[in-house]
């Protein structure tokens, strides 16, 4: 039970790490950061769109599917209105911008990889096999270089985002002790949590990424770069 629970918690973190280890490059190699944000904007765009609105919908249908996405955005402006009493110096905006981006991606992305482990910990007790692991990891890249990417922009070091990684990919871990327990029982519970995940990945995306690469660029090369990266994910999604 409990090596369910460990094994979905590496897996987690081991593909975090390599999207923040792809973000760490794409940040030191790329001089605009309208491009960086444009393109992460998208790849968030398409792992929603493409992955994780239909796992949302084929659990729980549309109506809680729209239920849960309205509770996500109410929850982002409660969280949002609280931040700014924690990020005041006005002399580093930029910076606490961004790290209240990773911030938020941290906790949208938690609650998605919560039912992940619980899918996880539930389909495995017939034992594991390779081709469910290198799913987990797969899955998790795209995610870490979308939260990675505002922190580093931040300066926020690579170890401390190591630690970020640990603490998201718990979720994971304790949900797959919990699915090995009590399987996959409640669909509507773990579709309501998805959906006010991904509620709160798209206001995110939208206000605090999108809306900075417009400031930094054109609207014609913001959209450009976030539908370049919106089909990356497509394909990355159809290579896996």
């Given at each position: 039970?409990?090596?369910?629970?460990?094994i979905?918690?590496?897996?987690?973190?081991?593909?975090?790490?390599?999207?923040?280890?792809?973000?760490?490059?794409?940040?030191?190699?790329?001089?605009?950061?309208?491009?960086?944000?444009a393109l992460?904007?998208?790849?968030?765009?398409g792992l929603?769109?493409f992955?994780?609105?239909?796992?949302?919908?084929?659990?729980?249908?549309?109506?809680?599917?729209?239920?849960?996405?309205?509770?996500?955005?109410?929850?982002f402006?409660?969280?949002?209105?609280a931040?700014?009493?924690?990020?005041?110096?006005?002399?580093?905006?930029?910076?606490?911008?961004?790290?209240?981006?990773?911030l938020?991606?941290?906790?949208?992305?938690?609650?998605?990889n919560?039912?992940?482990?619980?899918?996880?910990?539930?389909?495995?007790?017939?034992g594991?096999?390779?081709?469910?692991?290198?799913?987990?990891?797969?899955?998790?890249?795209?995610?870490?270089?979308?939260m990675?990417?505002?922190?580093?922009?931040?300066?926020?070091?690579?170890?401390?985002?190591?630690?970020?990684?640990?603490?998201?990919?718990?979720?994971?871990?304790?949900?797959?002790?919990?699915?090995?327990?009590?399987?996959?029982?409640?669909?509507?519970?773990?579709?309501?949590?998805i959906s006010?995940?991904i509620?709160?990945?798209?206001?995110?995306?939208?206000?605090?990424?999108?809306?900075?690469?417009?400031?930094?660029?054109?609207?014609?090369y913001?959209?450009?770069?976030?539908?370049?990266?919106?089909?990356?994910?497509?394909?990355?999604?159809?290579?896996?």
């Amino acid at each position: 039970m409990y090596y369910l629970g460990f094994i979905g918690f590496v897996t987690t973190t081991i593909g975090l790490s390599i999207g923040g280890l792809i973000a760490l490059f794409l940040n030191r190699f790329q001089q605009s950061i309208a491009t960086t944000y444009a393109l992460c904007a998208g790849m968030i765009i398409g792992l929603v769109y493409f992955e994780i609105v239909p796992e949302s919908i084929k659990l729980g249908g549309w109506i809680l599917f729209i239920t849960g996405f309205l509770t996500g955005i109410f929850l982002f402006f409660i969280i949002h209105k609280a931040s700014h009493r924690i990020f005041r110096d006005t002399d580093k905006q930029n910076e606490n911008l961004y790290i209240r981006t990773g911030l938020f991606l941290m906790f949208s992305i938690s609650l998605h990889n919560f039912p992940l482990g619980i899918a996880f910990g539930s389909s495995q007790n017939m034992g594991l096999s390779n081709s469910v692991l290198q799913t987990i990891i797969l899955h998790n890249i795209p995610e870490g270089i979308a939260m990675f990417t505002p922190l580093f922009l931040a300066k926020v070091k690579f170890h401390a985002s190591v630690l970020f990684a640990i603490i998201v990919s718990l979720p994971v871990g304790m949900g797959a002790i919990l699915g090995s327990n009590i399987g996959l029982d409640h669909p509507l519970l773990w579709s309501l949590i998805i959906s006010s995940a991904i509620g709160m990945m798209i206001i995110v995306t939208i206000k605090e990424i999108y809306f900075e690469a417009l400031n930094q660029s054109s609207v014609v090369y913001s959209l450009l770069m976030t539908g370049i990266g919106t089909l990356i994910i497509w394909v990355y999604l159809n290579l896996i």
